[in-house]
């Protein structure tokens, strides 16, 4: 499958922790991007990252990418209760002309 | 306009009646693709347009999807003969022609299949 897959499939924490999430994909990327989707409808952008890069950052959202072992971690800080959502990979595979979505990780953050 | 727009954002249709949806992308966006989501699952790609090129069609599950969109702006996303496995929520999505942003998404249409 081109679809990448994240981990864990569901995860619950406490407001003011940290959540992190992984991503695993098996082909040749030009980047990879990361989305949030609330209550079941439109995808938010968070952030992008690029082959070339390593590491970014934006705000309390921090994203890894190693393409040797073709993984992406998200990590929230001091996680929010809005920040209840469902979480997607997404990778812009070389000579493809989507981007291929993962399965997602549902986060809940408990108050 | 300032996002993406879709309708209807809710579709409740009888086995076999043709739906059509309609996306309506941000203006100056070149790319536009639609996306199905099945419950609790991810996003399946269905097809994609960029300006005036050819579509990408690789994605429609089968000859009763059709996808129509005139040069940049909307685009309409026709099931004839709905069946209840096309039970979803429909995505659209547009992006500039640069590959290194994002995709703005719209809030979809969900269509039921009764």
């Known amino acids: 499958s081109q679809q990448g897959e994240e981990d864990p499939q569901a995860l619950s924490i406490q407001e003011g922790e940290n959540a992190t999430m992984n991503c695993s994909y098996k082909?040749?990327?030009?980047?990879l991007q990361w989305y949030r989707q609330n209550s079941g409808r439109g995808l938010v952008h968070l952030i992008l990252?690029?082959?070339?890069?390593r590491e970014k950052h934006s705000g309390r959202l921090r994203v890894t990418l190693d393409t040797s072992k073709k993984s992406s971690s998200l990590l929230i800080t001091a996680s929010r209760a809005a920040d209840t959502a469902s979480y997607f990979c997404a990778t812009d595979q070389t000579g493809a002309n989507n981007l291929f979505f993962g399965t997602g990780t549902r986060l809940t953050v408990i108050p | 306009g300032a996002g993406v727009s879709q309708s209807p954002s809710n579709k409740v249709t009888e086995k076999g009646k043709d739906v059509e949806l309609r996306c309506d992308p941000i203006?100056?966006?070149?790319?536009l693709y639609w996306y199905r989501q099945r419950l609790g699952q991810g996003l399946e790609f269905l097809i994609y347009f960029q300006g005036n090129s050819a579509p990408d069609k690789s994605g429609l599950p089968s000859d009763r999807f059709s996808a129509e969109r005139t040069g940049e702006s909307v685009s309409t996303l026709t099931i004839q003969r709905t069946q209840q496995e096309d039970s979803a929520v429909y995505l659209c999505a547009s992006r500039t022609g640069a590959r290194s942003y994002g995709y703005t998404f719209g809030s979809g249409t969900r269509l039921t299949v009764v």
């Open positions: 990252i690029r082959s070339n890069e």
């Open positions: 082909t040749s990327i030009n980047n």
């Open positions: 203006s100056g966006h070149t790319a």
